[in-house]
């Protein structure tokens, strides 16, 4: 609207100062119009430097995150690195999603990671912080400058667990190339630790219930056998990797 009476006044101004022959109507018009051109002026370019009738709003949002490695023992959040390497764009996945997904690479997104023993479920943390019109009046005023819903600022909190890695795109080449090896180390380290921790496990839990039958056993050490082989090859690679990429 602003823009529309501007543009209007403008010419309204031009044709009362050029068209109307009587030097007090002229002036007194010419003078109406000029003023009104010179507020909506005022306005535009306050709204453009000082966000005139605007407020900022806070909105919060939350959603769980997958790690984008397709390997079940590298649970991974990746960052490519722009400009002079200080800037940076993350790349993740939705929990239930296939497709990869990035932050925005502009001026107002600030990404961080927050990695620690107390999170169980990866998520991400978005603040978006942005100017909506004050009132009706300044919703009416600025209509069709699309204004309203304009990011000020932009605040993801990526909340992932420590064993997580946090690797760059350069990274994750440099680890594809070695992988082949670090599987085959991990396999065999598996291999000649996993023995000892099932044994561990189970004399602990034969101790537990004694008087479970051979039937109960075996699907108790199968059970064991699978999850601290499971999770033994993840810490081992996950120190692996580590050293790789020292």
């Not at 309204?12 to 051109?37: D, T």
Request: hydrophobic share 40%; aromatic share 6%.
């Amino acid at each position: 609207m602003a823009l529309w009476i501007l543009a209007i006044s403008a010419v309204l101004f031009l044709v009362a100062f050029i068209g109307i022959k009587k030097p007090v109507l002229q002036y007194s018009i010419s003078g109406i119009l000029l003023a009104i051109s010179i507020i909506m002026s005022c306005f535009l370019m306050t709204n453009d430097n000082n966000h005139l009738g605007m407020k900022l709003v806070s909105q919060t949002s939350t959603e769980q995150i997958a790690s984008v490695s397709g390997n079940k023992q590298l649970n991974l959040l990746l960052y490519k690195q722009l400009g002079n390497g200080n800037e940076r764009i993350y790349i993740y996945r939705h929990r239930n999603g296939k497709k990869t997904l990035t932050t925005p690479a502009n001026v107002n997104t600030t990404n961080k990671v927050v990695q620690n023993n107390n999170i169980k479920q990866p998520e991400l943390v978005t603040n978006v912080k942005h100017y909506t019109y004050k009132n009706d009046f300044w919703r009416v005023m600025f209509s069709g400058l699309s204004l309203d819903k304009e990011v000020a600022e932009r605040t993801n909190t990526f909340k992932v667990p420590s064993n997580w890695l946090v690797l760059s795109t350069d990274q994750l080449k440099q680890l594809k190339a070695q992988m082949p090896v670090l599987k085959q180390q991990v396999q065999q380290e598996v291999q000649k630790q996993l023995p000892g921790l099932v044994k561990s496990q189970m004399a602990t839990q034969l101790k537990q219930h004694p008087h479970m039958n051979k039937q109960q056993v075996a699907q108790l050490e199968k059970q064991i056998t699978q999850q601290q082989a499971q999770a033994l090859a993840q810490k081992l690679m996950q120190n692996a990797i580590q050293q790789t990429l020292k």
